[in-house]
């Protein structure tokens, strides 16, 4: 009898403090998915304020390697209706005016054709648009994931297709000095 009640006691012993590791395992899922959930809330509030940066730190050229971009800065600001745009081109140019202007640029230019595509379920945004340059029309289409790690695709009219890899981030303001 004490050998029975001694398993049943010890059992209860080895039992216990495996329910309290697998609950502390369903909290810190829990808690993964509410950093989650948050995060993507913050960036969904990003894009739809429409005051946001876009900082490349790769470059994927058409049929070519990937390229890093942490010397070659370059920029995509998105502001209320307008953007802007100083990104670095690498690949084939079809129609660049003689010298060329060498990366892709478009300056304080109006959104056009702007679409905003949200899937709760996979916690991205879809965001795309045209700008036009001084020689050119791009298409871009950016695709953020719930952290606003970033992927965009630009088309030109003018250049083949290249992809930039980044973050984004709210725009910082300047403060005038008097």
Do not use: C
């Not at 702007?114 to 036009?132: G, L, Q, T």
Request: hydrophobic share 35%.
């Amino acid at each position: 009898m004490k050998a029975i009640f001694g398993m049943i006691v010890l059992s209860a012993l080895l039992v216990l403090p495996m329910e309290n590791a697998v609950g502390q395992k369903k909290d810190k899922k829990k808690s993964k998915k509410e950093k989650k959930l948050e995060q993507f809330a913050e960036t969904k509030k990003l894009i739809d304020s429409k005051d946001f940066i876009f900082v490349p730190d790769r470059a994927f050229p058409q049929g070519g390697r990937s390229i890093d971009l942490t010397t070659n800065y370059g920029f995509i600001k998105i502001m209320g209706s307008e953007t802007e745009g100083d990104m670095p081109f690498f690949g084939r140019g079809y129609t660049v005016p003689y010298g060329g202007d060498g990366g892709i640029k478009f300056d304080k230019t109006e959104l056009l054709n702007e679409k905003i595509e949200i899937n709760e379920k996979k916690m991205r945004i879809s965001y795309s648009f045209e700008a036009r340059g001084e020689n050119d029309t791009f298409r871009i289409s950016m695709d953020f994931s719930y952290n606003g790690n970033a992927s965009v695709n630009v088309i030109s009219n003018n250049r083949s297709h290249i992809s930039y890899n980044g973050d984004i981030s709210k725009i910082e303001k300047k403060e005038d000095k008097e």
